[in-house]
Structure formats: structure tokens, C-alpha cells
T-cell receptor, first 114, second 110 residues
């Protein structure tokens, strides 16, 4: 199995508080992704990174920010959590970043905003 | 924008063959890949198509027609363990901006 770990695995937080989710990899893969998964919407790309300090927005980036200060860690921050951000968040990593290369997913973080 | 459309649900009988379709609209085309996800689990890679035609990997095959912006995943000799959600994925406006379809939930009945 690819070495990718998400933390925390579960979190309950209050509306208006900042929340940071961590994705840690031991594969030295260049590309890292954050997705959210909600019923009926599949996996929606929030932000992605194509190198240290190189990030870009995905489909649903509003209310989220990311940072990647080293290859192995990709952090997702909800600046002020809202109930609409209750979701399951998946991190993924990829060696070449192209569609034909397998992307490996973490086990997900279930976030509940109350 | 970029989008990949799939049927929301498909039901099939154990031992049968099922086809899951995917139509896409993306500003660039960088291939089409397929992922499987069991309930409560993480998505896992199944196959990839860069060129038109059929790619076979055991019981699973994937087809692509770039002229029709269409692909499908074919599952043969269905087993109960194939009950899962299946996602097509493609590059959005860049080769490494990996965008997923909304997923097709496959239910395999005895």
C-alpha cells in the first residue's frame, strides 16, 4: 500500500472555527490533491499541488486554503468552518500527475461541522 | 468548465456483464481513467485509456472513443464483491488536474 496518511480521521467542530486537515506521504510523490466527497457529487477537487509551494485551485476551492512547505505534507485549512463543509475529505498522491498514472488515496477524514 | 457524466446507479445479476458509461466535456483531453470505491473505503485505480479502443485487465475492460467524448467500463462475470461505486476521471484543463465524475453505484444481486 502507498504510504499516505490523513489526520485526523474523524473530527467534529463548531461553525466559525478554523480547521486544518493533514495529509502525509512517504512516497516522495510530486503531486498531491484534496477532494471532498458528498452523496450525489462524487469526488470534487478542492486544491492540488504540483510541487513544494506550488498549489492551484480546483472545482470547489471557496472557503479552503492549502499549504505545502515540504514534499511529504499537504495541509488543507477551512478558514471558518460552515455546515456546508461537513463532508468526507480525501487526500490523493500521484507520481507523474497524469491521468494514466495511478493516484493513491488516503483513508479519508470525516468532518462534521455543527 | 470540465465535467464527466455517469449514471447514478446500475443493478446487475451475479455472473452477468455490466457496462458503466461516462461522457466527458473537458477543455483538454489527457486520457480517461476508472476507479472503484467500496462503501467506507478509499478509491482505488482500475484502468486507464489514452487512445481509442478497448483495454482489458482481467474481468474489467475499459473503452474510449475520443471522437464521441465517451468511454465505458465493462465488468464481466460479476461477483458480489463488485458491488461498489465506480468513477471515471480525466484531466481537467491540465494533465495533472484530476477531475472525477459523480460516480455510478453498482449493485450486484444474487
Amino acid at each position: 500500500d502507498a504510504g499516505i496518511t490523513q489526520s485526523p480521521r474523524h473530527k467534529v467542530t463548531e461553525t466559525g472555527t478554523p480547521v486544518t486537515l493533514r495529509c502525509h506521504q512517504t512516497e516522495n510523490h510530486r503531486y498531491m490533491y484534496w477532494y471532498r466527497q458528498d452523496p450525489g457529487h462524487g469526488l470534487r477537487l478542492i486544491h492540488y499541488s504540483y510541487g513544494v509551494k506550488d498549489t492551484d485551485k480546483g472545482e470547489v476551492s471557496d472557503g479552503y486554503s492549502v499549504s505545502r512547505s515540504k514534499t511529504e505534507d499537504f495541509l488543507l485549512t477551512l478558514e471558518s468552518a460552515t455546515s456546508s463543509q461537513t463532508s468526507v475529505y480525501f487526500c490523493a498522491i500521484s507520481d507523474s500527475g497524469t491521468v494514466n498514472t495511478e493516484a493513491f488515496f488516503g483513508q479519508g477524514t470525516r468532518l462534521t461541522v455543527v | 468548465g470540465q465535467s464527466l457524466e455517469q449514471p447514478s446507479e446500475v443493478t446487475a445479476v451475479e455472473g452477468a456483464i455490466v457496462q458503466i458509461n461516462c461522457t466527458y466535456q473537458t477543455s483538454g483531453f489527457y486520457g480517461l481513467s476508472w476507479y472503484q470505491q467500496h462503501d467506507g473505503g478509499a478509491p482505488t485505480f482500475l484502468s486507464y485509456n489514452a487512445l481509442d479502443g478497448l483495454e482489458e485487465t482481467g474481468r474489467f475492460s475499459s473503452f474510449l472513443s475520443r471522437s464521441d467524448s465517451y468511454g465505458y467500463l465493462l465488468l464481466q462475470e460479476l461477483q458480489m464483491k463488485d458491488s461498489a461505486s465506480y468513477f471515471c476521471a480525466g484531466g481537467g484543463d491540465s494533465s495533472y488536474k484530476l477531475i472525477f465524475g459523480s460516480g455510478t453505484r453498482l449493485l450486484v444481486r444474487p
